[in-house]
């Protein structure tokens, strides 16, 4: 399986990124995103995030950005990366229309860092060609890319997707399709332990944060990672390994539902476990 023409769908946070990463190995990316002025704004994220890299000796900006076209629909590709909101239903629906609009030698991936990727394979007819891509944030500068095989994932599939994330300079961590896959069936109770130790009074959100940095040499504190993530989207996660999983552990702190429902989603809003200018 050859990938040259990469459609990436959502051009928020993660979307940026990927659609960067793909660009910059010299594939040409289509970015689309339902949501009106996404993409513009994705555009924008990775023309920063390439200004950044190219101080560092990185590609220059306009070479990979000329690579990446706006597009207004989902249209012809080797492969999809969806990487929209962390919702099974909108999810399976975007995986109905993409199976409909790509060619069928196309493979179809997911960035979701939890819905299991079998769900989504089933309402394609190429649920052979279907898998999880997960990628971490920030994608341009973390190496990561948790590959997830469907029940129905041929072999051939999770060999191309393997070599992809290698030739894209990530390292593939290959995983089954179990809730949370490997990487947020770990982390996301220890975000959540750290908001009941924070709703608990046990300490402030600075000194949780800097326990986990200076003593457990993490570069980022769980509370900052939780605002990084967005706690809409830890809560999400949450709640799909509690239903998956059926253990009481995976349930969210109501600290962290609190939050959500006042809108403290974290950097996106400005304010979560704390504030940003």
Same mark, same amino acid.
């Given at each position: 399986m050859i990938f040259e023409r990469v459609l990436v769908a959502g051009a928020g946070q993660m979307g940026a990124g990927i659609a960067q990463v793909v660009a910059a190995s010299g594939r040409a990316v289509s970015l689309y995103d339902s949501v009106p002025g996404a993409v513009e704004r994705g555009l924008s994220t990775m023309e920063k995030s390439l200004a950044r890299l190219h101080e560092k000796g990185g590609p220059a900006p306009d070479d990979v950005l000329a690579r990446v076209t706006p597009v207004g629909e989902l249209v012809d590709a080797d492969l999809l990366v969806e990487a *929209?909101?962390?919702?099974?239903?909108? +999810? #399976?629906?975007? /995986?109905?229309?993409? $199976?409909?609009? &790509?060619? +069928? +030698?196309?493979?179809?991936?997911?960035?979701?860092?939890?819905?299991? *990727?079998?769900?989504?394979?089933?309402?394609?007819?190429?649920?052979?060609?279907?898998?999880?891509?997960? /990628?971490?944030?920030?994608?341009?500068?973390?190496?990561?890319?948790?590959?997830?095989?469907?029940? @129905?994932?041929? $072999?051939?599939?999770?060999?191309?997707?393997?070599?992809?994330?290698?030739?894209? %300079? +990530?390292?593939?961590?290959?995983?089954? $399709? /179990?809730?949370? /896959?490997?990487?947020?069936? *770990? &982390?996301?109770?220890?975000?959540?332990?750290?908001?009941?130790?924070?709703? @608990? %009074?046990?300490?402030?959100?600075?000194? *949780? $944060?800097?326990?986990?940095?200076? %003593?457990?040499?993490?570069?980022?504190g769980p509370l900052a990672l939780a605002d990084l993530i967005g706690l809409d989207t830890c809560v999400a996660i949450m709640d799909v390994l509690h239903e998956g999983l059926g253990d009481p552990k995976y349930a969210p702190c109501p600290l962290l539902r609190r939050y959500v429902?006042?809108?403290?989603?974290?950097? #996106?809003?400005?304010r979560g476990f704390y504030e940003y200018v």
């Open positions: *929209i909101v962390e919702h099974a239903e909108t +999810k #399976k629906r975007l /995986f109905r229309e993409a $199976d409909a609009a &790509l060619p +069928k +030698k196309a493979v179809l991936a997911s960035n979701t860092s939890s819905i299991p *990727i079998t769900e989504l394979a089933a309402v394609t007819s190429r649920p052979e060609r279907v898998i999880g891509m997960h /990628f971490f944030n920030p994608v341009p500068m973390l190496p990561l890319v948790e590959v997830i095989r469907a029940e @129905q994932t041929s $072999d051939a599939t999770a060999a191309a997707i393997v070599a992809l994330a290698r030739e894209l %300079g +990530k390292t593939p961590a290959e995983a089954n $399709d /179990f809730p949370g /896959f490997v990487s947020n069936r *770990i &982390l996301m109770p220890f975000i959540n332990e750290a908001a009941h130790a924070l709703m @608990q %009074g046990v300490a402030e959100p600075e000194a *949780i $944060d800097t326990v986990a940095t200076l %003593g457990f040499a993490h570069p980022m429902a006042a809108g403290r989603l974290g950097r #996106k809003s400005g």
